[in-house]
């Protein structure tokens, strides 16, 4: 990350991180060494306020336990009730130190079904969140390189809003990503420093 500062290329952090405020996920990298500030991060939780602000719209929140993101939605609602079904992400699986975890994604859809809806999505793989990213920076998506571990919300989000994706070997990574039916990255990286190396020599 440092290499890609020093080369003077733009940097935004795409996360699709639903349980802490972008202050605390900033805060919690900065402790690992990171250099990265709140601004260089997107994602879905200022949206979906954003949306409900923009909207009128006071929903029940089905949330985390932990009480901040509570509060950060809570101060963005409006007065009036109306129906919306909205998921900050569609993740169907993020993984953990134990190994993978069902998503928020894998309720979304089983409420999708059961409900008869069509669930509104502000977080990755949405258009609407890699556009976002990409307003931040200033860039046009054909300028711009995801590198992610996600082959669906990371590559193929990506993708599709007119972006270059690489993805890396780790994290979320299984073998059987190479042999998805519709998402092909644009090149497998084993690692970040690899991605790194390859974007660098193209300047």
């Not at 990350?1 to 952090?13: D, E, H, T, V």
């Not at 996920?25 to 306020?49: H, N």
């Not at 809003?161 to 979320?172: D, N």
Request: net charge neutral; aromatic share 6%; charged share 25%.
């Amino acid at each position: 990350l440092n290499r890609i500062k020093a080369s003077g290329l733009k940097l935004q952090f795409c996360t699709n991180e639903t349980q802490a405020t972008r202050e605390r996920f900033v805060k919690k990298l900065q402790g690992m060494g990171f250099d990265i500030s709140v601004a260089e991060v997107t994602a879905p939780a200022p949206a979906a306020c954003r949306i409900l602000k923009e909207r009128s719209l006071r929903p029940h929140l089905l949330v985390h336990n932990g009480g901040t993101m509570l509060q950060q939605m809570l101060g963005h609602v409006g007065r009036h009730p109306r129906e919306m079904w909205a998921f900050a992400a569609e993740q169907r699986y993020y993984k953990e130190t134990d190994g993978l975890k069902l998503d928020v994604g894998a309720y979304m859809k089983a409420l999708e079904y059961a409900c008869d809806v069509q669930a509104e999505v502000v977080g990755k793989p949405a258009e609407m969140f890699f556009e976002s990213a990409l307003a931040e920076m200033g860039v046009p998506p054909q300028q711009a390189i995801m590198i992610g571990d996600d082959i669906v919300n990371d590559v193929g989000g990506a993708q599709r809003c007119g972006m270059r994706a690489l993805q890396v070997r780790t994290g979320k990574y299984r073998p059987c990503d190479e042999n998805h039916p519709h998402v092909k990255p644009d090149a497998y990286v084993n690692n970040l420093a690899e991605a790194v190396d390859i974007i660098l020599q193209q300047l």
